[in-house]
C-alpha cells in the first residue's frame, strides 16, 4: 500500500483533507492524521489499517477537517494560483520566444530520433531495449514540449480524467 491508498480512504468522508494528502503539505496532513489515530507516519499500511479498524474514523477525519478547513482551503487556493501562474509563464514564454524555429526544429528532431528508434529496432534487434529506452525519452520530451506550446497542467488532467 501506499500514501494515495490513504487518500482514497479519506476522500470518502473529507475530501478536503484527503487533497491535502496528496498535495504539496503531505507531510504535514499524514502526520495530523497518523497522530489521531495513533500510527506510525512514516507507514502507510500501520496508518490506512488503524483508520479501517476505527467505526469512528469518518467522523474523526471531518472533524480533523474542519478543525483545520481555513488553512487547508488557503494552501489549496495558493497552489492553484501558483500553478496559474506557471501556467501562464509558460504561455508567456512561447510568445515571447525570440526562436520558435529552433523550438520547433528541436521537436522535429526529438520525432526523426523518436523514429529512428522505431526503425532501428527492426534492423538492431540486439540494442532493442536501448532503442526503445530512447524512445519512451523522445515520447516524454515530446509531451513536454507540446504542455510547453500549450499551457497544460496537471490540474487540467485531473479535470480530464
Given at each position: 500500500m501506499n500514501f494515495s491508498d490513504i487518500e482514497n480512504f479519506i476522500a470518502k468522508s473529507?475530501?478536503?483533507l484527503a487533497s491535502a494528502v496528496g498535495g504539496p503539505i503531505a507531510g504535514v496532513a499524514v502526520?495530523?492524521?497518523?497522530?489521531?489515530?495513533?500510527?506510525?507516519?512514516?507507514?502507510?499500511d500501520d496508518i490506512l489499517k488503524k483508520m479501517q479498524a476505527d467505526p469512528d474514523a469518518a467522523m474523526k477525519l471531518k472533524q480533523l477537517e474542519m478543525q483545520h478547513e481555513e488553512s487547508l482551503l488557503q494552501i489549496q487556493?495558493?497552489?492553484?494560483?501558483?500553478?496559474?501562474?506557471?501556467?501562464?509563464?509558460?504561455?508567456?514564454?512561447?510568445?515571447?520566444?525570440?526562436q520558435p524555429s529552433m523550438m520547433w526544429f528541436l521537436t522535429i528532431m526529438v520525432?526523426?530520433?523518436?523514429?529512428?528508434?522505431?526503425?532501428?529496432?527492426?534492423?538492431?534487434?540486439?540494442?532493442?531495449?536501448?532503442?526503445?529506452?530512447?524512445?519512451?525519452?523522445?515520447i516524454y520530451e515530446f509531451k513536454n514540449i507540446y504542455k510547453l506550446f500549450t499551457g497544460d497542467s496537471p490540474q487540467d488532467n485531473k479535470e480530464k480524467s
Open positions: 473529507a475530501p478536503l502526520n495530523l492524521i497518523s497522530n489521531l489515530f495513533g500510527s506510525d507516519p512514516k507507514n502507510p487556493m495558493q497552489s492553484y494560483a501558483k500553478e496559474i501562474e506557471d501556467r501562464s509563464n509558460a504561455r508567456n514564454f512561447v510568445l515571447n520566444f525570440n520525432f526523426l530520433v523518436g523514429a529512428s528508434c522505431l526503425i532501428g529496432m527492426t534492423y538492431f534487434p540486439e540494442i532493442k531495449s536501448e532503442l526503445a529506452m530512447i524512445l519512451t525519452a523522445c
